[in-house]
T-cell receptor, first 115, second 114 residues
Framework: NAGVMQNPRHLVRRRGQEARLRCSPM?????VYWYRQLPEEGLKFMVY????????ESGMPKERFSAEFPKEGPSILRIQQVVRGDSAAYFC?????????????FGAGTRLSVL | DQQVKQNSPSLSVQEGRISILNCDYT??????FLWYKKYPAEGPTFLIS???IKDKNEDGRFTVFLNKSAKHLSLHIVPSQPGDSAVYFC?????????????WGLGTSLAVNP
C-alpha cells in the first residue's frame, strides 16, 4: 500500500516536551500539507511544503511550531514545549503536482495528547 | 470567521433513499470545491470535486451540485448504503490556480440505517 503514512498514530507528551510528527507522502508525490483538527472542530490548514521549501505557512502558529520536508526522508511537523491546547489530531496530505485538479490524499493522522 | 458552514451536524437516512448534504459559503473567491468522507480513526478520503465553471458533476452514486449565485454546494448520494455512514466534509480552495490550501466545513455525520 503506497498511501500517505503518518507515524506515530498516537503520541502522548507532557507539557513542555517536544512532539515530532512524521509524514511520508504517497510514492511520486512531492507536495505535502499539514492540517490540524481540534476536538469538535473541522480541519484547519497549517502549512504546505514542497521538497526543501515551505510554500505556504499561513496557518502555522507563530511560535513553537515548525515544519520541514527535506530532500530525503519524511516531512516532519515539530512542536516545541507542547501545551494542553496542542492536543489534537494532526493530518498530513500529499499531492502529485499543484494543478487545479490535483487532489490531496490524506494519511490516518497522528493523535497528540498533552498531559 | 466561518467562511464555510455545514449547518446540519448530523443526518439519518434509510438505506436505498437519497442522502443530501449541504454547505454554504461566504467567500466569492472560492473556485474549486471538494467533498471528503471520513471514518473514525482514519484520515479524510476524497469523494468528488467540482470547479466553479460547472454546476454539476456526477460519479456513480455521488453527484455534487454548485449554485454559485446562492453560494451553496451540495452532495447527493443515491441510493444510500450503510457503508456510506461517515462524516462528510466540504472543502474549498480560493484561487485554485495558485493556491492549494483547503478550507473545511465542520462536517455532517451521516447515518444510513439498514
Amino acid at each position: 500500500n503506497a498511501g500517505v503514512m503518518q507515524n506515530p498514530r498516537h503520541l502522548v507528551r507532557r507539557r513542555g516536551q517536544e512532539a515530532r510528527l512524521r509524514c511520508s507522502p504517497m510514492k511520486g508525490h512531492s507536495h505535502v500539507y499539514w492540517y490540524r483538527q481540534l476536538p469538535e472542530e473541522g480541519l484547519k490548514f497549517m502549512v504546505y511544503l514542497q521538497k526543501e521549501n515551505i510554500i505556504d505557512e499561513s496557518g502555522m502558529p507563530k511560535e513553537r511550531f515548525s515544519a520541514e520536508f527535506p530532500k530525503e526522508g519524511p516531512s516532519i511537523l515539530r512542536i516545541q514545549q507542547v501545551v494542553r491546547g496542542d492536543s489534537a489530531a494532526y493530518f498530513c496530505a500529499s499531492s502529485r503536482v499543484a494543478g487545479i485538479k490535483n487532489i490531496q490524499y490524506f494519511g490516518a493522522g497522528t493523535r497528540l495528547s498533552v498531559l | 470567521d466561518q467562511q464555510v458552514k455545514q449547518n446540519s451536524p448530523s443526518l439519518s437516512v434509510q438505506e436505498g433513499r437519497i442522502s443530501i448534504l449541504n454547505c454554504d459559503y461566504t467567500n466569492s473567491m472560492f473556485d474549486y470545491f471538494l467533498w471528503y468522507k471520513k471514518y473514525p480513526a482514519e484520515g479524510p478520503t476524497f469523494l468528488i470535486s467540482i470547479s466553479s465553471i460547472k454546476d454539476k458533476n456526477e460519479d456513480g452514486r455521488f453527484t455534487v451540485f454548485l449554485n454559485k449565485s446562492a453560494k451553496h454546494l451540495s452532495l447527493h448520494i443515491v441510493p444510500s448504503q450503510p457503508g456510506d455512514s461517515a462524516v462528510y466534509f466540504c472543502a474549498f480552495i480560493e484561487n485554485a490556480g495558485n493556491n492549494r490550501k483547503l478550507i473545511w466545513g465542520l462536517g455532517t455525520s451521516l447515518a444510513v440505517n439498514p
